[in-house]
């Protein structure tokens, strides 16, 4: 990519409401010509062509790039940057946000996270790595309840068992064994306090902040029930003002970012620390290799800026500064309408019914997830469906808005949790 050129050619990986969002945005620019999305989703193909090409197919999305002389890909999920769709892509000439392999094992390896972050000195929860099922039994054991046991690699949000017992923790410990032999089991120290989505943009050696965001994983209002994907954000989160921000940019962020390149590792792309901000300040629960789902569906529509710029910047890697993004004062939030049967089993094929004008007139934003069409019919496809999304003065004024916004929505079975942004 040439310094500030425009017409750009766009390509976005992954097919849910995180990269409708993406896509939205950069539809947004005025230096964006055209985009792709592979393989996208009916409300992304509202704004870019999709091409069926799945997330993980790195041979035939090189080919494709490379075809089409695209300038530059956008990668949402992590399984195609756990395979190495960014060290291809650069191996090929082509610009790509996203870290390598070796860089996104800080999400992809849980326990080469935790080594990495005791070396480097970044707050974490206490933690043992075990090789095998038995050494984790005798620990979980002797140590007793609270704990938290985690699978090494990428499980799709069912690697973390939170158990409160000792037999409960027995049964994570054999849980998570099974889900791939030979697999490192984490077990680590269990933190009380309240959760944090915290997100950086790094060219590999310097940083800056995005919106903090709170996401809501439990699928019961009140935070109870299973976990799921996340059933809705507000950003910026209450918690995060500009000291914390500093601390958790000095104290995590950048430490890591030099810890990575120190490594041999140098990690291009957002960085993204869940953290829980303990009494004796924030520590981390896990990094990501990129944007979170659903909390970029309410940072998005706060960035007033050009994220052409952000992005192009960290590509480069001539160095950020917080002068490359600004935002929208106020709040966001946005609420996931979920399927019947979700998160265990959930129902698809379900006819959808939106009033897009009324949703407009709301001045709600709607991002897709789960929809497919069947002939022309809009249909449910997944368990996290849509994403209803509003701007605000506050949040209670954005999730207010969001849920009038929801009733422009109409599917069977359909639910949503009725707490977003509220309090
Ligand atoms: P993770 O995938 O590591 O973010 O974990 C999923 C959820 O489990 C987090 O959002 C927390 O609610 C919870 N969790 C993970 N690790 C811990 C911990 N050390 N202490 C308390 N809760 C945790
Ligand atoms: N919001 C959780 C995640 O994206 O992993």
């Not at 939170?162 to 933190?191: M, N, P, Q, W, Y």
């Not at 959760?195 to 050696?205: K, L, N, P, R, W």
């Not at 970029?296 to 993004?325: F, K, N, R, Y």
């Not at 709600?364 to 002939?375: K, P, W």
């Amino acid at each position: 990519m040439g310094v500030k050129r425009d017409n750009l050619r766009v390509l976005v990986v992954g097919q849910g409401a995180r990269e409708h969002a993406l896509v939205w945005k950069l539809a947004s620019s005025p230096r964006v010509a055209e985009i792709y999305a592979a393989p996208g989703n009916p409300g992304i193909a509202r704004l870019a062509s999709c091409v069926p090409i799945a997330a993980s197919d790195i041979p035939a999305l090189a080919r494709f790039a490379a075809e089409r002389r695209v300038d530059l890909t956008v990668v949402g999920p992590e399984v195609p940057l756990a395979l190495g769709i960014a060290d291809e892509f650069t191996r090929l000439g082509l610009a790509i946000f996203g870290p390598t392999r070796l860089a996104a094992e800080i999400e992809s390896s849980k326990a080469w996270a935790k080594e990495f972050m005791a070396r480097h000195g970044i707050p974490t929860a206490g933690y043992r790595v075990f090789r095998d099922e038995d050494a984790a039994m005798d620990f979980v054991r002797r140590h007793g309840a609270p704990l938290v046991v985690k699978a090494d690699g990428l499980a799709a949000g069912k690697g973390v068992i939170v158990a409160h017992t000792v037999e409960e923790a027995k049964d994570a410990v054999r849980a998570v064994a099974s889900l791939r032999s030979g697999r490192a089991i984490v077990v680590e120290d269990f933190l009380i306090g309240r959760e944090m989505s915290f997100f950086a943009v790094t060219d590999g050696e310097t940083a800056i902040p995005l919106l903090s965001a709170r996401d809501h994983k439990r699928a019961r209002d009140g935070d109870v029930g299973p976990n799921t994907g996340g059933m809705g954000a507000i950003a910026p989160s209450r918690e995060c003002d500009g000291f914390l921000e500093s601390r958790i940019m000095s104290e995590i962020i950048e430490p890591t970012v030099k810890g990575l390149a120190g490594e041999g590792r140098r990690y291009v792309g957002v960085l993204y620390a869940g953290l829980m901000l303990t009494s004796s300040g924030p520590k981390v629960l896990e990094f990501n290799a990129r944007l979170g789902d659903p909390e970029t569906q309410a940072i998005l529509p706060m960035m007033e800026s050009d994220i052409v710029d952000l992005i192009e910047a960290a590509v480069e890697g001539e160095g950020l500064s917080s002068d490359l993004v600004r935002w929208r004062p106020g709040a966001s939030a946005c609420v996931v309408i979920a399927s019947a049967g979700y998160p265990e089993r959930p129902r698809t094929g379900d006819e959808v019914h939106i009033d897009e004008a009324g949703a407009a007139a709301e001045g709600v934003i709607l991002f897709h997830a789960g929809t497919r069409f069947d002939d022309r019919r809009l249909v449910t496809s997944g368990g996290r469906v849509l994403n209803v999304v509003a701007t605000g003065a506050s949040g209670q004024e954005a999730a207010d808005r969001a849920y009038q916004g929801v009733r422009h929505v109409r599917f069977r079975g359909m639910w949503h949790r009725s707490d977003i942004g509220r309090r």
